[in-house]
């Protein structure tokens, strides 16, 4: 071709559309006993600070971790953040969790204390692994390139 291009006689346009619904915030702190309506599949935003839901802006500079869940529900991994958070051991004394190195080093810088982070989970019309993982990853792709970096709890690029 004239540009140099490859032909691309069938061409696959993948037309996606993702929503999102951010409910209320819930204080990480809460995480320490079940909480039955977020038992389900989908994303979340942990923030610090508090705020409506709907004056959240998952983009914002406040979100400190975007994640989400699969295979178990926004429940059980926001239970485990407050559990890497205030590093909880097993009776054995081991840790509960395994963090990666940026969130060890957020929860450090925080002296391990869950005041003031605030989970905001998001419901997801149609909860399917892929678009969860797609709608994770749309998320930490808009805030690398509104801040030039994920959120700083994030580990993964």
Not at 2 to 11: E, H, T, V
Not at 27 to 51: H, K, M, W
Not at 123 to 152: N, Q
Request: net charge positive; glycine share 8%.
């Amino acid at each position: 071709t004239k540009l140099g291009l490859i032909s691309m006689p069938n061409p696959f346009i993948a037309d996606l559309h993702i929503h999102m619904t951010f409910g209320d915030p819930i204080a990480l702190s809460d995480f320490a006993q079940r909480i039955p309506n977020l038992l389900y599949q989908g994303v979340y935003a942990l923030r610090e600070g508090e705020c409506r839901a709907q004056e959240f802006e998952p983009l914002g500079h406040e979100v400190v971790y975007i994640g989400k869940a699969i295979g178990e529900t926004v429940f059980s991994r926001c239970q485990k953040h407050l559990w890497t958070v205030t590093n909880r051991r097993d009776k054995f004394g081991k840790p509960k969790t395994n963090p990666g190195v940026r969130f060890k080093t957020f929860r450090a810088n925080r002296e391990f204390r869950t005041d003031g982070l605030y989970v905001f989970p998001a419901l997801m019309a149609e909860a399917d692994p892929y678009l969860v993982s797609c709608a994770e990853e749309l998320l930490l792709f808009r805030y690398r390139k509104k801040h030039g970096d994920i959120p700083i709890a994030n580990t993964k690029p």
